[in-house]
C-alpha cells in the first residue's frame, strides 16, 4: 500500500463538491423495487418510526438494517437520470440482511449511495408512518381532554 499525504489542498472546493452531491442525490439518482418490498416484523416497523432522522449515527444502522430486511429477496435498480434519460448503474437482488452491498461494483466505487438509500427508505418509512410518537401522545391528550369535557356535561345532565 502506497503512502497517502494530505494538506488544506484537500479541502479546496469542498462547498461545490457537497452542492454537486446534493444535486445527483435529489435529481439523479433513481432507485427502483419493481417486487416492492419484503414484509418486516412489526417489532422492526416500530422501532423504525422513532428513528426516521438517518443524520443520527444509531439511527442509520437501525434503518440501514431495516432496508437491507425490506430488500431480501428483492431486485433493486439504481438508475442515473439525466436530461430525461434513465441509464442503469447498479442493479442487484439483496441475498440477506447481512449481504455486503460491496459486491456490486457501481457501490464500491460510489459507496455514497447506501447513504442515500437508506435516506429514501427513512424518507418512505415517514410517509407511511407519518406520525411521530410526540403527535399520537398530543393526539392522545387531545381524546382523553375531550372525553373529560364529555364526562362533565354529563354529569351536569345527570
Known amino acids: 500500500m502506497n503512502g497517502i499525504f494530505l494538506d488544506a489542498s484537500i479541502l479546496k472546493?469542498?462547498?461545490q463538491d457537497e452542492q454537486a452531491k446534493v444535486d445527483v442525490q435529489l435529481n439523479k439518482i433513481r432507485f427502483e423495487f419493481p417486487k416492492g418490498f419484503s414484509e418486516i416484523r412489526l417489532i422492526e416497523e416500530c422501532r423504525a418510526v422513532n428513528a426516521l432522522d438517518v443524520s443520527v449515527p444509531e439511527n442509520f444502522d437501525l434503518i440501514y438494517d431495516i432496508t437491507m430486511q425490506m430488500l431480501v429477496e428483492k431486485p433493486v435498480f439504481i438508475y442515473f437520470v439525466e436530461d430525461g434519460v434513465k441509464t442503469e448503474v447498479a442493479s442487484f437482488v439483496v441475498t440477506n440482511r447481512y449481504m455486503d452491498l460491496r459486491g456490486n461494483p457501481f457501490i464500491y466505487s460510489y459507496p455514497i449511495v447506501v447513504n442515500w438509500l437508506v435516506e429514501f427508505i427513512a424518507g418512505y418509512l415517514g410517509k407511511k408512518y407519518p406520525h411521530s410518537l410526540k403527535d399520537i401522545q398530543a393526539q392522545v391528550s387531545a381524546r382523553?381532554?375531550?372525553?373529560?369535557?364529555?364526562?362533565?356535561?354529563?354529569?351536569?345532565?345527570?
Do not use: G, Q
Not at 144 to 158: G, M, R, V, W
Open 13 to 15: 472546493n469542498v462547498k
Open 144 to 158: 382523553e381532554e375531550h372525553i373529560k369535557k364529555s364526562l362533565s356535561k354529563t354529569k351536569k345532565i345527570l
